[in-house]
């Protein structure tokens, strides 16, 4: 069984950064997909950023594009995601999760509904 927790949350002012963490244990790299997520009240659970976990193939949702930069070490079962000139749309609820093909690492398939481990979430506040 895995277990995801992450880390790193916090309250920033617009254009500061975070650094949040994944920490994984069970057998995460059978999984070839991991995944960031975010949610607020009301809204769907969207796709941030994935990494196949078996290679360093990574994806990005277009709003986070450039500013985001996802990552993992495999020797600390943990995964990254570094979040650079924040603005106060990536207010939200932060989630790592595994999916359990490649495939839902990217493009119409980097979605919720194909992931089946999550994290407990880290609330992500950016104040203008």
């Known amino acids: 069984q895995v277990r995801l927790v992450e880390s790193g949350g916090g309250s920033v002012q617009a254009g500061g950064s975070l650094r949040l963490s994944c920490a994984a244990s069970g057998y995460t790299y059978t999984h070839p997909c991991m995944g960031w997520f975010r949610q607020t009240p009301g809204k769907e659970r969207e796709g941030v950023a994935s990494i196949d976990t078996g290679g360093t193939n990574t994806y990005y949702a277009d709003s986070v594009l450039g500013r985001f930069t996802i990552s993992q070490d495999k020797v600390k079962n943990t995964m990254y995601l570094q979040m650079n000139s924040l603005n106060s749309e990536d207010t939200a609820t932060y989630y790592c999760?595994?999916?359990?093909?490649?495939?839902?690492?990217?493009?119409?398939?980097?979605?919720?509904?194909?992931?089946?481990?999550w994290g407990q979430g880290t609330q992500v506040t950016v104040s203008s």
């Open positions: 999760a595994v999916g359990l093909a490649a495939r839902y690492c990217s493009g119409v398939n980097f979605r919720a509904a194909n992931f089946v481990y």
